[in-house]
């Protein structure tokens, strides 16, 4: 899919303030304050309101791993090269009194990060 056969689409996104909220419209090239009739708390109300064929959504790629899409009315229509994309750390505080469980939950993320996501070496020496 290409960012400009979004033109055209009633957009659904999150309700203001939610990062996910502003990298759609800055995705599609719409104002960051746009006019949408609506506007939803969750990914899971975005999911059910195309269903029901009020307008498409953005999802990123771990909301659909996370709860895949069984609904037949849904379609997934990646975006063509290149895509949108955005980073998420794990970010914690020095001297944390459970580096060896963060460390360990970092290290699963990276084994088991499904189709899709990209991981990014650690940028800290004691890669957590």
């Known amino acids: 899919m290409l960012e400009t056969d979004l033109a055209d689409a009633s957009l659904l996104l999150l309700e ?8 759609a419209l800055a995705v599609c090239g ?18 059910q309101m ?16 996370a709860a895949p899409l069984s609904e037949p009315l849904i379609e997934l229509r990646p975006f063509v090269a290149p895509e ?3 980073a998420i750390g794990l970010a914690v505080r020095r001297g944390f009194p459970r ?8 290290a699963f993320i990276r084994r088991y990060a499904p189709d899709g ?7 800290n020496q004691s890669d957590a």
């Open 99 to 106: 580096m060896e469980m963060a460390q360990a939950f970092a």
């Open 84 to 86: 949108p994309s955005r």
């Open 16 to 23: 203001d303030g939610h990062c996910l909220r502003d990298q």
């Open 50 to 65: 195309v269903a029901a064929g009020v307008g498409c959504t953005l999802l990123p790629i771990l909301a659909i791993h």
């Open 117 to 123: 996501v990209t991981v990014i070496p650690s940028s």
């Open 30 to 47: 719409f104002p960051p304050h746009g006019s949408e009739d609506f506007r939803a708390s969750s990914l899971e109300t975005l999911r």
